[in-house]
């Protein structure tokens, strides 16, 4: 699981630093917790949050802050309710992605990106879940 | 998992963070983020180049020729218009080629972190310069005599420029043909306006914008003459203070993968 959140988060952040304002780091992140619910993610969270600041020109930290507090949340709402559900990712990606994009100060098409985000995030979702099964198996 | 568990790595990485970005927001960082920097800039153009390359396979050639002829003759017109005026001031005969070349430095845009293609275009361009070859914040940044942006970060070896489109972005501009004077504000998107014109100014629709020179004593700034774009509509109304123009750059700025940065004026 670490090998393959560390090749996904790699690819994310790639897309991300070079080309797409879409956070596929964040969506990354957060298909991962859902399906793995493991302590390491923050450690990822931290690290690729890091790089991510460095390659954007975004002040170091901003990203990793944001990357744990959101996992934080996660796993205190997942505590009470079930969070391996489409709706439940649907809706976190689109909220933490509407958080993330204000926060890092973008302003084109917010909203649009912030949609865009939640849809891609439920086909990671669906997609690494698909991918870790078969893993397991 | 365990809820104090994931607290406490809540809490750990959590300070780091705070931590990090506190030193980061006063600088002690600065050292270490150029580094950094240096190390994943190849990464981030080789990516970039290939994303560039995959986006223009789509792009009808002809159509690219006919941008290109178009630029280069709206070059020829600024040019000539520039000359005219010379001689009516009966200044010299010498043509000044504006920006010098011995001025630029060239820059590969290694990343357009704001840029989803289709839907959105760049409002900030990362390029493979910084510090160590000159580069500062406030520089303008070029393509033949088009403007594109102004630097506003800066690490050793690369740097971050503002686009002439990005809503934070505002300066002093100039019509060609009737001269009058203004404010351009990029709006996102390719959008710009042209603002704050006096009414009594006129505006001519096809007419070019230039940049009217906000360069200050070190050297630093937008030099004059250069082209912002293009008149689209304009839009006067008689109870307003000023009128406004819609303008729109000549330059594609999702296609850029080469620009100028005009790091001595």
Redesign the interface.
């Known amino acids: 699981m670490k090998v393959l959140a560390f090749v996904l988060l790699t690819i994310a952040l790639?897309l991300?630093?070079?080309?797409?304002?879409?956070p596929f780091v964040f969506l990354g992140l957060l298909c991962l917790l859902v399906l793995s619910?493991?302590?390491w993610l923050?450690?990822f969270?931290?690290a690729f949050?890091?790089?991510l600041?460095?390659?954007?020109?975004k002040?170091?930290?901003?990203s990793?802050?944001f990357f744990?507090?959101f996992?934080?949340l996660v796993?205190l709402y997942q505590?009470k309710f079930e969070i391996a559900t489409n709706a439940f990712v649907f809706f976190a990606s689109f909220l933490g992605s509407f958080g993330y994009l204000l926060l890092l100060g973008?302003?084109?098409?917010i909203l649009?990106?912030a949609i865009?985000s939640s849809i891609i995030g439920l086909l990671l979702f669906k997609s690494v879940q698909r991918f870790s099964k078969s893993l397991v198996i | 998992m365990q809820k104090r568990n994931f607290v406490s790595y809540f809490l750990i990485f959590l300070a780091l963070s705070l931590i990090i970005f506190g030193a980061s927001k006063i600088g002690l960082l600065k050292p270490l983020d150029s580094l950094g920097k240096g190390i994943l800039s190849p990464f981030q153009a080789l990516t970039y180049g290939t994303f560039a390359k995959i986006t223009e396979l789509g792009s009808n050639p002809q159509i690219e020729g006919l941008k290109a002829q178009n630029l280069a003759l709206t070059k020829k017109l600024i040019d000539q218009s520039k000359l005219i005026a010379d001689n009516k001031a009966l200044r010299d005969q010498f043509q000044t080629q504006n920006p010098k070349s011995s001025n630029l430095i060239e820059a590969d845009v290694i990343g357009a972190p704001a840029f989803i293609p289709g839907i959105s275009v760049p409002e900030t361009l990362i390029l493979d310069r910084g510090e160590s070859d000159g580069v500062k914040v406030g520089q303008a940044v070029v393509y033949e005599d088009n403007l594109i942006g102004q630097v506003v970060g800066t690490s050793l070896f690369s740097a971050n420029v503002m686009l002439v489109t990005n809503p934070s972005l505002s300066f002093t501009a100039k019509t060609l043909i009737t001269q009058s004077p203004g404010v351009i504000k990029g709006q996102g998107g390719e959008e710009m306006i042209l603002d704050n014109v006096v009414l009594s100014d006129s505006l001519q629709k096809q007419d070019m914008v230039l940049t009217k020179g906000d360069v200050n004593a070190s050297g630093l700034g937008l030099p004059p003459d250069l082209v912002v774009g293009k008149i689209n509509a304009i839009s006067k109304n008689p109870s307003d203070l000023f009128q406004k123009a819609d303008v729109k750059s000549l330059i594609d700025f999702s296609k850029l993968t080469k620009v100028f940065v005009i790091v001595n004026y």
């Open positions: 790639i991300e630093a070079s080309l797409i304002t879409i619910r493991r302590n923050f450690i969270a931290f949050g890091l790089v600041d460095l390659v954007t020109f002040t170091l930290g901003a990793s802050a744990v507090i996992l934080f796993l505590s973008y302003n084109n098409n649009l990106q865009l």
